[in-house]
């Protein structure tokens, strides 16, 4: 099994183009590790996350708080699930189209702040 920590970054340097190239390396270190499963963690206030990590079909192992020493904090709840390598190639229909509609909400979202100005 590969676990996937993933570096989060700003939106001042986030576009499209950079997802893109991100999501692309992604897949092929995953593939050039041959490792048969991927374990994916979220907390479950993530919506976005969530929503993506429904795209790749994960099969849970573990959903509630998690279990850290004494006076540390964290989420409230999380998830721990995983899935194949497989299944990150066999969606990228599914991730395309999701960046597609992200392009076209943040259009639209641009336009109805141009309308509320005026």
Do not use: C
């Amino acid at each position: 099994m590969i676990e996937v920590n993933s570096l989060w970054i700003g939106p001042s340097l986030k576009n499209f183009s950079m997802q893109i190239k991100v999501w692309m390396h992604l897949i092929k270190d995953n593939f050039s590790s041959r490792k048969q499963y991927i374990l994916l963690m979220h907390s479950m206030k993530n919506r976005a996350m969530q929503s993506f990590l429904h795209m790749v079909t994960p099969h849970v192992l573990y959903e509630g708080p998690p279990l850290m020493m004494s006076g540390n904090k964290t989420h409230d709840e999380i998830q721990m699930s995983y899935t194949t390598r497989w299944s990150l190639v066999l969606n990228i229909s599914k991730y395309w189209i999701e960046l597609k509609n992200r392009e076209r909400r943040a259009k639209l979202s641009v336009k109805q702040r141009e309308l509320a100005r005026t």
